[in-house]
């Protein structure tokens, strides 16, 4: 019985040669790591699109459950719903989506609109240009650094955004 058991122990791995995998192991994905890390700075252009659009169809959608004309402004590095007549963010309104806080969003730093828009949605959910309906397409556009990297388009009529990432 003896002799099977020192058999046994002499078929597993000394802890040297453990921490010599663990060591190999770790050093590929650190590798790996540095290779992969200019793709994920590249998707977080892409979340920042994404997220635009989720939350321009969170504020149509809002627009149609309280019964009442919202305004999408997107302004330098935030973006927030109001009420029709208010010019900033400051008064944003109160999402219970947004954890019960007001429905205002802050990019990243260094993520800013090229330009501000104003985006409005009736209570049938219908884009609105001002007081108008869409006639044309509306573009959010996101810079980084003060080039252009990716855009949300606003249909005119159905309001559906489409994501488009340019870099």
Do not use: W
């Not at 104003?118 to 869409?134: H, K, Q």
């Not at 573009?139 to 489409?162: C, D, K, N, R």
Request: glycine share 10%.
């Amino acid at each position: 019985m003896t002799r099977s058991c020192a058999r046994l122990a002499r078929r597993g791995f000394t802890l040297l040669e453990l921490v010599l995998v663990l060591l190999i192991l770790s050093i590929l994905s650190v590798l790996l790591a540095l290779q992969v890390r200019p793709s994920i700075g590249s998707a977080t252009f892409g979340y920042h699109a994404q997220r635009l659009a989720g939350d321009l169809l969170h504020a149509r959608a809002l627009a149609m459950s309280r019964g009442q004309t919202l305004k999408f402004l997107a302004q330098s590095g935030n973006y927030c719903l109001v009420v029709p007549l208010a010019t900033s963010c400051s008064a944003a309104v109160k999402d219970p989506g947004h954890g019960g806080g007001t429905f205002h969003v802050a990019l990243e730093s260094g993520f800013v609109f090229a330009q501000p828009v104003e985006l409005g949605f009736d209570l049938l959910g219908r884009p609105l240009s001002g007081a108008t309906l869409l006639s044309a397409p509306v573009v959010f556009e996101l810079q980084q650094g003060g080039g252009s990297v990716a855009s949300v388009t606003v249909a005119p009529l159905t309001g559906a955004p489409s994501v488009a990432v340019l870099q």
